[in-house]
């Protein structure tokens, strides 16, 4: 079985009569005639590179070998969409190797060296794949293939909540606020108060198919490049765990923003292959090409997010929390003995990552929820406390009285009190402004009671210019606040 997309290659072969660490064994041995360089090696296979250069094509071959067959497959290092056939000539060479060897040691008089085929009848890098190829290799991007089974998986998931919100009415290129938070889109005022799922839904939730298709191709690259590196188990939980830690920085940061895509996971993929590059896993020389690579796209990422509307706080808390994880499955790599997927470093990280999410989501205060039900509040006292407008004509001075000190002026204070107590909150712009005048306000109300009070306790007509002066101020206030919303 063959498959591949624009920039990788795979191919299955049976094993026969071989035991697997015959195949390895015999696969390293055709890797070293290729001068390919080995990386990471396991009781299962390995991963080779080329040694192209700098400003040349390079390619990673890796070999695994599960359930009696070998998966050999080929992924360029660098950011491209297509590899003019390199990967597959790659492939092919290595399994011309493979038989080679195979021939000389049936054949004990053959000369044990084999001369690698030169560059000129293995990869033809001037001939562009033709449509039918290249419609397949499209195609293939969206199987689940050895090597690259769970990345074509998590592009299907995406695509189809895609499809479902277009189905639904959303718009196609700029869906409103309230269509994504109704999809599964973070946003804190609603994801702290119990939505908690949201951390999850929102990595599948795109706020347009531009929005879609950059991160798709984000995606695809990633994928190739670090999916036969970890392995499905690994490469699933990493993907999920990145993308809650990157929600959960959402909400650390922003107060209003609607936080929905798949680039917060993203870039924890791009963080667990940087923390990856750290080690000697991978071959010095393909480090460097691989660390270029992705280094560019961190930093324009980053940077292009700096202008606005975009979720640079998912981008980062993503970042970081994959370079965590990437460290914590480090120890897996390196200790062969257990057999893969190593479950033990896959669930300590996983309780890492979700310990410290949830402790910060716990801890997080939702003020702006805590607002809107200080304002609830503040309506229902001053309903109350404008009930002395209500007062009958014939009302007796003493109830009046009584009414204006120990009701009217009561309520006021305690919305005074409560508008005050809004000061500790981390609240938007507008909201702080409106609070402002919504001191006023109950100060201009404290003080009208205050006037009236006195008009009727010292039966005294004085009063009514100096109240009629504050009731147009309080009426200039109250125009201000519906203009601020």
């Known amino acids: 079985m063959t498959t591949g997309s624009n920039s990788s290659y795979t191919e299955e072969r049976a094993l026969g009569a071989l035991k697997p660490r015959e195949f390895i064994s015999k696969a390293r041995e055709a890797a070293a005639h290729m001068s390919l360089t080995i990386g990471y090696a ?17 390619g990673v071959l890796n070999v695994k070998v599960a359930d009696g067959r070998a998966c050999i497959s080929s992924h360029s290092t660098a950011y491209e969409t297509i590899d003019s056939g390199k990967n597959k000539d790659l492939v092919a060479t290595f399994l011309v190797q493979l038989d080679a060897l195979s021939d000389n040691q049936n ?20 001939e562009a794949p033709t449509k039918s ?3 397949k290799n499209l195609l293939s991007i969206f199987v689940p293939a050895p090597g690259f089974f769970i990345t074509p ?27 994504l938070v109704r999809w599964g889109a973070n946003f804190k005022p609603v994801t702290l108060e119990g939505q908690w799922w949201r951390l999850l839904t929102n990595c599948f939730v795109h706020i347009g198919i531009l929005h879609l298709l950059l991160n798709m191709y984000a995606l695809v690259y990633i994928g190739g490049l670090l999916e036969p590196y970890l392995g499905k188990a690994r490469f699933l939980a990493a993907y999920l765990l990145a993308g809650i830690a990157a929600s959960v920085t959402s909400l650390w940061w922003h107060d209003l923003t609607i936080s929905a895509g798949a680039s917060g996971a993203i870039f924890g993929m791009y963080g667990v292959f940087l923390a990856m590059l750290t ?29 606005g509307g975009i979720d640079n706080a998912a981008h980062i808390g993503g970042l970081i929390s994959g370079f965590i994880i990437g460290f914590g499955f480090l120890p897996g790599f390196r200790n062969t003995e257990e057999p893969s997927p190593q479950w033990k470093p896959i669930a ?5 990552v979700l310990g410290v999410s949830f402790g910060v989501y716990k801890n997080l205060p939702n003020d702006l929820v805590i607002y809107e039900k200080g304002i609830k509040e503040f309506t229902d006292t001053e309903t109350f406390a404008l009930s002395v407008f209500k007062l009958p004509d014939d009302t007796p001075r003493e109830e009046k009285l009584f009414s204006l000190r120990d009701e009217g002026l009561n309520y006021w204070n305690q919305n005074l009190a409560l508008v005050k107590s809004f000061d500790q909150l981390h609240l938007p712009e507008h909201l702080l402004k409106r609070n402002v005048l919504l001191k006023e306000y109950c100060e201009l109300r404290i003080k009208s009671y205050e006037l009236m009070y006195r ?3 010292e039966d005294s007509p004085g009063f009514d ?21």
């Not at 998931?157 to 639904?168: D, E, P």
């Open 42 to 58: 396991g009781d299962n296979g390995f991963t080779a590179y080329t040694g192209n250069g700098a400003f040349s094509w390079n």
């Open 153 to 179: 998986i998590l592009i299907n998931l995406n695509i189809l909540v895609f499809i479902g919100m277009i189905a639904a009415g959303v718009s196609v290129l700029t869906p409103d606020g309230e269509s």
């Open 133 to 135: 190829q290249s419609f």
């Open 279 to 307: 080690s000697d896993l991978i071959e010095k020389e393909a480090r460097r090409s691989l660390l270029t690579s992705i280094s560019i796209f961190v930093g324009y990422n980053l940077l292009y997010g700096l202008k």
């Open 455 to 457: 008009a009727i306790a």
């Open 107 to 126: 054949n004990t008089n053959q000369p044990a060296g084999i001369q690698q085929p030169s560059e000129d009848e293995t990869m033809s890098a001037d």
């Open 465 to 485: 210019a100096e109240i009629d002066a504050v009731n147009k101020k309080i009426e200039a206030v109250i125009e201000r606040l519906g203009d601020e919303g």
């Open 348 to 352: 300590l990280v996983s309780l890492l």
